[in-house]
C-alpha cells in the first residue's frame, strides 16, 4: 500500500511553497512559471486531467478535507502533498481556494512546428489546426482550447505574444483540455506561418476585408488541410499575419454586428469546418 507523502503546513512563508506563492499576481506567474518549468492545475478535475496526460506532478497543495478523495490520483506519484487549513491557504496562494486542490506541475517541453503537425492525429498527421495571435485574455485562449478539443481541431499554434495555455485560469477555463489538444509556440511571427503552407495546409485568416469570402464559402469547397488563424481581442488579426494568409474569411452575420468575441469567433469556424 503506498503511503503519501503529507506535509503539515502552518507558516505561508515557508520555503516549500515558494510554486504557490502568490497566484493571482498575472504579470508575475507569466514570467515565474515559464522561467521556472513549472505550471499550476488547479481542481482536481485539470489535475486528473494533467496526470492522465502523463504531466509529472512538483508537489500538491490542498485543504486536508480534499484528501480523502484525491488520494487516488497522487498516490503513485510520489510528491509530496502539502496540506493547510483554508485561511492559511488564501495567505499563501492570494485567493479563496473552493476548487478542491492545486499542483504545481513540471512543463512539458515545446515541440517543433513541423513535429507537432506530424504527430497529431496519432501520426497520421494534422488536417485541421487552429492558430492564435496575440490572444491575450486568458479566458479566452482556454475557451477556444475547449472548443478546438470539443470540435475535433488536430493542433493549435500561437504567436510569441499569445497568453500563455498552461497559465492557471486558461488551464481552468479550458477544463483541462490544453493537455488534449497538441500545442506549440510559433518563434517567428508571422513569418512562422509559411510552415503551415510547406505542410500542404491552406492557411485561412478570419478578418474583414474587401476580397474576404464567407465561412460557408470555405465550407463549400473545402482544403484537405486547413489552418484558422484567429486574432487578438479589439483589434483582431495584423496586417502580417493576413498577408501572409492564402485567403481571408469571415464569419456572416446579422443585426449590424461586424464581429464576435474570439472564443465565440473560434468555436464557430471550428464547427462549421468539422471533418
Known amino acids: 500500500m503506498t503511503t503519501l507523502d503529507v506535509v ?4 505561508p512563508a515557508d520555503e516549500r511553497l515558494a510554486d504557490y506563492n502568490s497566484l493571482t499576481d498575472v504579470v508575475l506567474r507569466s514570467k515565474h512559471e515559464p522561467a521556472k518549468g513549472l505550471y499550476i492545475a488547479e481542481s482536481s478535475t485539470v489535475i486528473r486531467r494533467a496526470l492522465a496526460a502523463g504531466h509529472r506532478p512538483r508537489s500538491f497543495l490542498m485543504a486536508p478535507k480534499w484528501l480523502d478523495s484525491m488520494t487516488d490520483v497522487i498516490a503513485e506519484t510520489g510528491a509530496p502533498v502539502y496540506v493547510a487549513e483554508e485561511p492559511l491557504l488564501k495567505e499563501i496562494t492570494g485567493f479563496h481556494l473552493h476548487r478542491g486542490a492545486l499542483a504545481a506541475m513540471h512543463r512539458p517541453p515545446l515541440p517543433g512546428v513541423h513535429e507537432l503537425l506530424a504527430a497529431a492525429r496519432d501520426g497520421a498527421g494534422a488536417r485541421r489546426v487552429a492558430v492564435l495571435e ?12 475547449r472548443s478546438a478539443a470539443a470540435l475535433g481541431v488536430d493542433a493549435v499554434l500561437v504567436s510569441p505574444r499569445c497568453s500563455d495555455p498552461l497559465y492557471r485560469r486558461s488551464v481552468r477555463v479550458s477544463m483541462g483540455t490544453v493537455f488534449q489538444v497538441p500545442w506549440t509556440r510559433v518563434e517567428a511571427w508571422p513569418d512562422g506561418l509559411h510552415d503551415l503552407r ?3 495546409f491552406t492557411v485561412a485568416a478570419l478578418a474583414l476585408s474587401d476580397d474576404s469570402i464567407t465561412l460557408d464559402d470555405l465550407v463549400a469547397n473545402p482544403p484537405e488541410k486547413l489552418a484558422l488563424v484567429l486574432g487578438t481581442e479589439g483589434d483582431g488579426l495584423s496586417r ?8 481571408v474569411v469571415r464569419i456572416p452575420m446579422s443585426g449590424d454586428v461586424d464581429s ?7 468555436a464557430v469556424a471550428f464547427w462549421a469546418t468539422r471533418v
Open 8 to 11: 503539515r503546513i502552518d507558516d
Open 134 to 145: 496575440d490572444v491575450v485574455d486568458h479566458t479566452n485562449v482556454g475557451a477556444a482550447f
Open 260 to 266: 464576435l468575441n474570439v472564443a465565440a469567433a473560434s
Open 240 to 247: 502580417g499575419a493576413v498577408e501572409a494568409a492564402d485567403l
Open 198 to 200: 510547406e505542410e500542404g
